[in-house]
């Protein structure tokens, strides 16, 4: 081999060499990105749930998406007719609201029992969890991977009964039936919706899960708890809560049911809560960090 030739490969392997070494360093660049992400989003945290649990019940931000998911046309006319709560958010609110609707149908299982799922009940199962969690940012409820709808009342082996609505912590299911859950939205006032109470006591045993995690769950638990020292400490407040009918006789079974009728109250009659027991109104509404027209 000449002496060209030889120089010529040793050229050729000192450049491959230095490309193996640019992309060796395009890698660790790389992973140093992702490990100050880590620990940057690890400090936020931090910060944030100490100022939950220390100052104020409050999120540092509530909307973050990298990409937002879109809604159909029609998809869309389906929130405007059932939801006057979407119909008075601000257009950027609409969107968020949208992205989270979108979000929830594409991550969870939709089952119809003797019914065809249509998009108009995916749309109004999934705007109800978003409605109940707008205010907070951990709406994914992974205590739930699956909606099952009946026709109408359905056998639970449960407890041997029929029931019209359940959530399975087990099968990580919420079944409903469909006649139900529309009747639910036929009267807007009555503080009776099947949808909110069992998406509420979903989204309350999903929040004693992630706890010490999830600054939305910190703040929606400690407002509860707060809610129920003071109606324990406050023995008028509490007779005059429990002797004005305000709230149904199913709400003092215990703390599960209380809180889910109280949040159908809280979401179905604002004003009139507002007006009758303001300090209890004021602890559901910093549990669902809602600061909305209406409300």
Not at 240 to 251: G, M
Request: hydrophobic share 45%.
């Amino acid at each position: 081999m000449s002496i060209d030739l030889q120089i010529l490969l040793l050229i050729q392997n000192e450049k491959l060499t230095e490309g193996e070494q640019v992309i060796a360093n395009y890698f660790l660049i790389f992973g140093a990105v992702l490990i100050l992400i880590f620990f940057a989003g690890r400090l936020f945290c931090f910060f944030e749930m100490a100022y939950v649990e220390c100052v104020n019940k409050k999120l540092f931000v509530n909307h973050l998406y990298f990409r937002k998911r879109k809604l159909t046309k029609n998809q869309k006319s389906i929130l405007r007719n059932n939801f006057k709560f979407y119909q008075k958010l601000s257009l950027k609110n609409q969107s968020f609201f949208e992205h989270r609707v979108s979000q929830f149908i594409n991550r969870k299982v939709f089952i119809g029992n003797d019914l065809e799922v249509s998009d108009e009940m995916r749309i109004i199962i999934s705007g109800t969890l978003v409605k109940l969690t707008f205010g907070l940012r951990d709406y994914n409820i992974k205590s739930v991977e699956r909606i099952i709808f009946y026709p109408e009342a359905f056998y639970s082996r449960t407890n041997k009964a029929y029931h019209k609505g359940e959530f399975n912590l087990g099968l990580k299911a919420l079944v409903f039936s469909w006649k139900d859950v529309l009747h639910g939205y036929e009267i807007e006032d009555d503080n009776l919706n099947l949808a909110i109470h069992e998406f509420t006591h979903a989204i309350h045993f999903y929040y004693m899960s992630v706890r010490r995690r999830s600054a939305s769950a910190a703040i929606f638990l400690e407002a509860f708890t707060e809610l129920t020292d003071m109606l324990d400490n406050n023995r008028e407040l509490k007779n005059k809560l429990v002797e004005s009918n305000f709230l149904r006789d199913y709400a003092f079974t215990n703390q599960f049911e209380f809180l889910s009728v109280i949040i159908e109250t809280f979401i179905e009659s604002p004003q009139i809560f507002k007006t009758e027991f303001p300090s209890i109104y004021s602890k559901v509404k910093t549990m669902l960090g809602f600061n909305f027209s209406g409300y």
